[in-house]
């Protein structure tokens, strides 16, 4: 995000209230945001009437990008998320591919074709004998970067060259 947005002094982070690992997530978006000399503002996110609320707080704190964490809720939410980024002219990025693809600036997170190639040979497993609770816990290896240039246009943004170069897809 700091590179598709490299003027954004403050960053908001709009995260459920409700996950069970809300101060996880939100102590890791804390902790980048130090690493890059950012503030960040965290808005929340329960239900559909809160997003104009969480918006409008970005705007008076003068948030320059704005992270989405990760939950069902919010992803569930990402073409209205992203058309309110749109409106407030707000570069936003998210952890799941389908957000770029409804219209969000970017996405970055694991594949969700690999965690799907992961859960086959999983019950491949398992319908060959092999008991659940003897399975290794996997986490993911393969991330994908997704970048909608046409939200880039729309909010006046140039993506770096570089960027463009390591993304895994583009959008036009």
Do not use: C, W
Not at 30 to 50: F, M
Not at 116 to 144: C, H, W
Request: proline letters at 5%; glycine letters at 8%; a negative charge.
């Amino acid at each position: 995000m700091h590179e598709l947005s490299p003027n954004a002094g403050t960053v908001g982070f709009l995260i459920n209230p409700e996950v069970p690992d809300l101060a996880d997530q939100t102590t890791r978006a804390q902790a980048a945001a130090r690493s890059l000399g950012l503030s960040l503002q965290v808005v929340n996110a329960r239900a559909e009437d809160d997003f104009e609320a969480a918006f409008v707080a970005l705007a008076e704190q003068h948030a320059g990008a704005l992270l989405v964490g990760g939950d069902e809720f919010l992803i569930s939410q990402s073409a209205r998320i992203a058309e309110l980024a749109a409106r407030h002219t707000l570069p936003t990025l998210a952890g799941l591919r389908v957000f770029a693809v409804r219209g969000g600036l970017a996405s970055y997170g694991a594949s969700l074709a690999e965690a799907q190639r992961q859960a086959g040979l999983y019950v491949g497993r398992i319908l060959n004998g092999d008991k659940p609770a003897d399975l290794p816990v996997v986490q993911s290896t393969k991330f994908e970067l997704v970048i909608n240039l046409k939200t880039a246009k729309e909010l006046g943004l140039t993506v770096p060259p570089l960027l463009l170069a390591t993304a895994d897809e583009v959008i036009e």
